[in-house]
């Protein structure tokens, strides 16, 4: 159980064009969920926490405008890059948290979107 | 204060070995720590996790230890293999499940 997936798993995308990810729970409902960012070699960085029927909230530094979240129901939250420009390229993963069964601690994590923006 | 240090960096072991990841956090209020495995191209996975109540949790190969007055707490990997050969994270959080706080990152390679 607890299976978070995403799409697409990789997008090229041209420069000033935009790209939807896509982030689903598959076997639980998903009040809240976050977006994060990746570079090589790095840690995780939190973008914004989605939670379902509200406004997403956003990490200090993280452009709203540039980087629409939207979690419309309790099993899909996506993520549009606006105006993609090549500092985008990154690896953009999604959690969400399962607060059903107990743990509500815990975040399950999608196997991540590789978007490269030329 | 929200920052969790992690070290080492990096991390050779031979196969058969143990293999020990720290972490040390400066906030009190954090009553969660997860430790995630991730794989080049993957999304991490969550592989074992802590409540600051025990000292010590054991789940197969994997252990963590934690010392809450010191503020620390560990991911021991017994008899490590190649396949554990990964990056490896710790995190904390407070509770309500609110956001998670990563560490660095170690990257563990195990080799034969």
């Known amino acids: 159980g607890a299976v978070v997936s995403q799409h697409p798993s990789r997008v090229i995308c041209k420069s000033g064009t935009s790209v939807k990810i896509e982030c689903r729970s598959l076997?639980?409902?998903?009040?809240?969920m976050f977006w994060y960012r990746q570079f090589p070699k790095k840690s995780l960085m939190l973008m914004a926490t989605s939670n379902e029927g509200s406004k997403a909230t956003y990490e200090q530094g993280v452009e709203k405008d540039k980087f629409l979240i939207n979690h419309a129901s309790l099993t899909l939250s996506t993520l549009t890059v606006t105006s993609a420009h090549p500092e985008d390229s990154s690896f953009y993963i999604c959690s969400a948290r399962d607060p059903g069964n107990g743990r509500d601690h815990e975040q399950y994590f999608g196997p991540g979107t590789r978007l490269t923006v030329t | 204060q929200q920052q969790v240090k992690q070290s080492p960096q990096s991390l050779i072991v031979q196969k058969g070995g143990i293999s020990i990841i720290n972490c040390a956090y400066e906030n009190t209020a954090f009553d969660y720590f997860p430790w995630y495995q991730q794989f080049p191209g993957k999304g991490p996975a969550l592989l074992i996790a802590i409540r600051p109540d025990v000292s010590e949790k054991k789940e197969g190969r994997f252990t963590i230890s934690f010392n809450k007055s010191a503020k620390q707490f560990s991911l021991h990997i017994m008899d490590s293999q190649p396949g554990d050969s990964a990056t490896y994270f710790c995190?904390?959080?407070?509770?309500?499940?609110?956001?998670?706080?990563f560490g660095t990152g170690t990257q563990l390679k195990v080799e034969l």
């Open positions: 995190a904390a959080t407070t509770g309500g499940g609110n956001k998670l706080t």
């Open positions: 076997d639980f409902q998903a009040t809240t």
